[in-house]
C-alpha cells in the first residue's frame, strides 16, 4: 500500500510539473515572435511526452497487478522461494537458479502467460529490470489475447 501511496503522489507531482511547464510553452507562444512561439512549441511537447510516459508506466502497473491478482485468487502466485544475505538482499547464485528454472518453464510453454509472468519476477529477483519488463508486458499481452475471451479488458466508460 505504501508503494502505491508514494507512486500517486509522485504522479501527481509529473502532473502539477506538466501543467507549469505546458502553461510556459503557450505563454511563449503567446508572445508571438519568430524565437518565442517555435520554443513554446518545443515546451509544449515535453509534457505531452511526459503524460504518455506516465499514461504507459500507470497501465503497465495497473495490468500487472491485475494479473498478479488473478494468480493470487487461483494460489498460483510465485513463491519466493529465494535464498537471502544476512542484510537481506537477495543472493545473486540463488535468483540465478529460480530464473534457469523459470525460463525453462517459459521455453516449455511459450503461449502460457502464466509462465512469462513467473519469469518477469524471476528476472526482475535476477535485478534485470529491462527483460522482467518485456517479460510482463508479454505476460500481459497473452493474457489478454486468450481465446476464451477471459482475458479481455472490459469496455471502458
Known sequence: ????????????VLVVYF?????????LIREGTVLTVPF???VLV???????????????ARDAERLARELEENGELPV??????PSG??????????????????ERAPNDWKTWFRLAVAYRDA??????????????????QRPDGAGEQPPSP
Open 1 to 12: 500500500m505504501r508503494d502505491k501511496l508514494v507512486y500517486f503522489a509522485l504522479a501527481a
Open 127 to 144: 535485478r534485470d529490470t529491462p527483460r522482467a519488463r518485456k517479460a510482463m508486458q508479454r505476460a500481459i499481452t497473452l493474457h489478454d
Open 46 to 60: 515535453l509534457p505531452l511526452i511526459g503524460v504518455w510516459f506516465l499514461w504507459q508506466t500507470t497501465r503497465f
Open 89 to 106: 538482499r537477495v543472493d545473486r547464485a540463488s535468483a540465478d537458479r529460480v530464473f534457469a528454472r523459470r525460463r525453462e518453464e517459459t
Open 80 to 85: 519466493d522461494e529465494l535464498e537471502r544475505t
Open 40 to 42: 513554446g512549441v518545443a
Open 19 to 27: 501543467v507549469l511547464v505546458g502553461s510556459r510553452g503557450v505563454l
